[in-house]
């Protein structure tokens, strides 16, 4: 009898332990020798213009690549390159964002009930995921429909003159690859606009998540090898972006706004980290749940994006399917992509 309490009072005070050393983390790391504000804001700042800088070279590289008759959109090194920028986006979805998601939802600083007891990073991804199905799916109907009706308006009256335009060109003249009559799209032209828009609107989410991160946090151990791999990763995160923008063929003021828009997001991340960071904790209830439930929202859009739109979308189509040698070269860039962005989950 004696023995079983003994056996009691260990496994009480061992609990209770646990249970301290729990409730310290939640609590802000002022006993972290590499916890100072003074020394953290330069690198942050430092930080923020890095990342400006390289979030544009990244995403104009594709851009910029126009002029190149190599990498045009298509040629076959073009369709490698965005194999591979489709590799990284996948793994910033797998590697980076989801298990962050999981780390917040099940972290000791919130009540085991109910957030021990359900997998609501999974869950949140997944509707995440069937809600890009629905507005991907649903964005394409109505561009689909109203570039239809543009395009009836626009016969009609032309009826009589068709003819005579095939008398004198010897064909129908098209302004480009994916334009039918004038004011209309082609269907893939309008898949890939849809495409571009809604992934710009999933790297959007998470970039100012990781931004407001960095912001927050005075670890100055951390942010240093943190804001060195946020360049990469904005880096070649902007050329997949790129790629997609380059193919839906936009104007050059859609194509200012969505450039600006990528860009911008992860450093206005880090202001806003520092304006909030004496209220901001990282540790805390609210934010972890806020925080974690956002990341798994872009957890599930990003990964949906990768495999359906991008991958899928590319694998299938006729050039790759025409060519096995193009597809390998293309399996072996998604996974240097994929592999690459994983090695970086590391430090970031």
């Given at each position: 009898?004696?023995?079983?309490?003994?056996?009691?009072?260990?496994?009480?005070?061992?609990?209770?332990?646990?249970?301290?050393?729990?409730?310290?983390?939640?609590?802000?790391?002022?006993?972290?020798?590499?916890?100072?504000?003074?020394?953290?804001?330069?690198?942050?700042?430092?930080?923020?213009?890095?990342?400006?800088?390289?979030?544009?070279?990244?995403?104009?590289?594709?851009?910029?690549?126009?002029?190149?008759?190599?990498?045009?959109?298509?040629?076959?090194?073009f369709v490698i390159v965005k194999a591979f920028a489709?590799?990284?986006?996948?793994?910033?979805?797998?590697?980076?964002?989801?298990?962050?998601?999981?780390?917040?939802?099940?972290?000791?600083?919130?009540?085991?009930?109910?957030?021990?007891?359900?997998?609501?990073?999974?869950?949140?991804?997944?509707?995440?995921?069937?809600?890009?199905?629905?507005?991907?799916?649903?964005?394409?109907?109505?561009?689909?429909?109203?570039?239809?009706?543009?395009?009836?308006?626009?016969v009609e009256p032309r009826d009589q003159e068709m003819p005579l335009a095939v008398i004198n060109?010897?064909?129908?003249?098209?302004?480009?690859?994916?334009?039918?009559?004038?004011?209309?799209?082609?269907?893939?032209?309008?898949?890939?606009?849809?495409?571009?828009?809604?992934?710009?609107?999933?790297?959007?989410?998470?970039?100012?998540?990781?931004?407001?991160?960095?912001?927050?946090?005075?670890?100055?151990?951390?942010?240093?090898?943190?804001?060195?791999?946020?360049?990469?990763?904005?880096?070649?995160?902007?050329?997949?972006?790129?790629?997609?923008?380059?193919?839906?063929?936009?104007?050059?003021?859609?194509?200012?706004?969505?450039?600006?828009?990528?860009?911008?997001?992860?450093?206005?991340?880090?202001?806003?980290?520092?304006?909030?960071?004496?209220?901001?904790?990282?540790?805390?209830?609210?934010?972890?749940?806020?925080?974690?439930?956002?990341?798994?929202?872009?957890?599930?859009?990003?990964?949906?994006?990768?495999?359906?739109?991008?991958?899928?979308?590319?694998?299938?189509?006729?050039?790759?399917?025409?060519?096995?040698?193009?597809?390998?070269?293309?399996?072996?860039?998604?996974?240097?992509?994929?592999?690459?962005?994983?090695?970086?989950?590391?430090?970031?």
């Amino acid at each position: 009898m004696a023995s079983n309490s003994k056996k009691v009072s260990i496994f009480i005070i061992s609990m209770a332990c646990l249970c301290t050393k729990a409730l310290s983390q939640c609590e802000d790391q002022t006993n972290n020798p590499c916890n100072n504000k003074s020394k953290a804001l330069p690198l942050k700042l430092i930080g923020i213009a890095a990342i400006l800088v390289t979030s544009i070279i990244g995403v104009c590289i594709p851009l910029l690549t126009r002029s190149i008759p190599a990498l045009s959109p298509d040629r076959s090194l073009f369709v490698i390159v965005k194999a591979f920028a489709s590799g990284i986006i996948l793994a910033t979805g797998f590697m980076h964002v989801l298990p962050d998601s999981f780390d917040m939802l099940r972290s000791p600083c919130l009540d085991g009930n109910p957030w021990q007891r359900f997998p609501f990073t999974g869950f949140v991804a997944m509707l995440s995921a069937v809600f890009t199905l629905m507005v991907d799916s649903m964005a394409t109907s109505m561009c689909t429909r109203t570039n239809n009706a543009v395009a009836d308006e626009d016969v009609e009256p032309r009826d009589q003159e068709m003819p005579l335009a095939v008398i004198n060109d010897g064909g129908m003249h098209l302004h480009g690859q994916h334009h039918g009559p004038k004011g209309t799209l082609g269907q893939q032209l309008l898949r890939y606009r849809v495409v571009a828009m809604v992934l710009e609107l999933g790297i959007v989410a998470h970039s100012i998540v990781i931004g407001l991160g960095v912001g927050a946090s005075n670890d100055v151990c951390t942010i240093k090898p943190l804001v060195a791999a946020l360049c990469f990763h904005q880096m070649f995160e902007g050329m997949g972006l790129g790629g997609c923008i380059l193919q839906a063929e936009y104007k050059t003021l859609k194509k200012t706004v969505m450039i600006f828009f990528f860009s911008v997001t992860t450093p206005f991340g880090i202001v806003l980290g520092i304006l909030l960071s004496k209220s901001y904790k990282e540790n805390s209830p609210g934010a972890l749940i806020a925080v974690g439930v956002l990341n798994a929202s872009s957890a599930g859009l990003l990964i949906y994006m990768a495999l359906v739109d991008l991958l899928a979308a590319d694998f299938m189509g006729p050039k790759l399917q025409g060519s096995i040698k193009l597809q390998m070269k293309s399996y072996a860039a998604v996974l240097l992509g994929a592999g690459g962005m994983s090695l970086m989950a590391k430090w970031a």
